[in-house]
């Protein structure tokens, strides 16, 4: 299911139309967006040269049901870096907007300021994002579901409303189905799976949850850094904190990691932080 997701219908002039969502909810997943931006930006570039950074605006919730039409302009072709931005447009309106940054990777020494915290394997995890989902909503369904992930959520917060949660929160996420020994495609997994729960945490600090039915959210933008390949039909550890609330908005962190502990991607995302009268 994912790779169809991925596969793009190139127009011509640089424009590529992308297949609608698997999951039909009221507006598109966040995260297709950016994949299908990955991949749009891919095809106008070679192949020796890699994704190391996006950084994305949604500006309009999108359509589940219609096409997306992904129009690349090519701002830069350096000796080692790549400059491409995508724009996403519906019935002529531009939904979502991303600079993405392609290098032909180096050698250099490597270090990662931050550990694989100690966390259970994925098989001895048995609560699924989905669950905690259904539960705090108290709804007996969610089109989330219907996504081509994996979540396995470690440590789910279980204090009442009301009650700060500051700890990280941690889970094993991967794509869902198994996917061709391709290195761009993967990256793109990578970015879709990094729009999954990150901005929901922001509620956490305030004792609140977002599914609360009187709180409308949504997110601003999102920023990734791509440290190393890595598979994203295996299992991931996607550890998750809340950086800052205020003025109406919220900031969260994240951060991959491979089983075998190595950091291979950061993102932080913006959210909308909105009460109901």
């Given at each position: ?76 072709d350096g000796r080692t870096f790549s400059t491409r931005e995508v724009r996403a447009r519906q019935s ?127 997110s601003l933008d999102h920023c990734m850094w791509f440290h190393r390949p890595t598979r994203s039909d ?44």
């Amino acid at each position: 299911m994912f790779a169809d997701l991925m596969t793009l219908t190139d127009e011509g002039g640089d424009v590529l139309i992308a297949p609608p969502a698997p999951d039909k909810g009221e507006r598109l997943y966040g995260g297709q967006f950016l994949a299908q931006s990955v991949r749009a930006a891919q095809a106008t570039t070679t192949t020796d040269r890699v994704v190391n950074a996006l950084h994305g605006y949604f500006m309009r919730p999108g359509d589940v049901d219609a096409p997306i039409e992904m129009q690349v302009e090519r701002l830069r072709d350096g000796r080692t870096f790549s400059t491409r931005e995508v724009r996403a447009r519906q019935s002529g309106k531009v939904l979502f907007q991303a600079t993405i940054s392609f290098q032909v990777p180096d050698e250099t020494p490597e270090y990662a300021g931050s550990a694989l915290p100690e966390v259970p394997p994925p098989d001895a995890v048995h609560g699924t994002y989905d669950d905690f989902t259904l539960a705090v909503s108290g709804e007996t369904d969610w089109h989330g579901r219907d996504r081509p992930i994996d979540i396995r959520y470690i440590n789910p917060p279980t204090a009442e409303r009301g009650v700060p949660v500051t700890e990280d929160q941690l889970m094993w996420t991967r794509i869902r189905t198994t996917l061709p020994d391709d290195p761009a495609l993967h990256l793109a997994g990578l970015a879709y799976l990094s729009d999954a729960t990150l901005v929901d945490h922001i509620m956490l600090p305030l004792g609140k949850r977002w599914q609360d039915k009187d709180f409308a959210g949504t997110s601003l933008d999102h920023c990734m850094w791509f440290h190393r390949p890595t598979r994203s039909d295996e299992w991931l550890l996607f550890r998750q904190s809340v950086d800052a609330t205020g003025r109406g908005r919220g900031l969260a962190r994240g951060r991959f990691y491979a089983a075998d502990g190595t950091l291979v991607a950061t993102c932080m995302q913006e959210g909308l932080m909105r009460w109901l009268a």
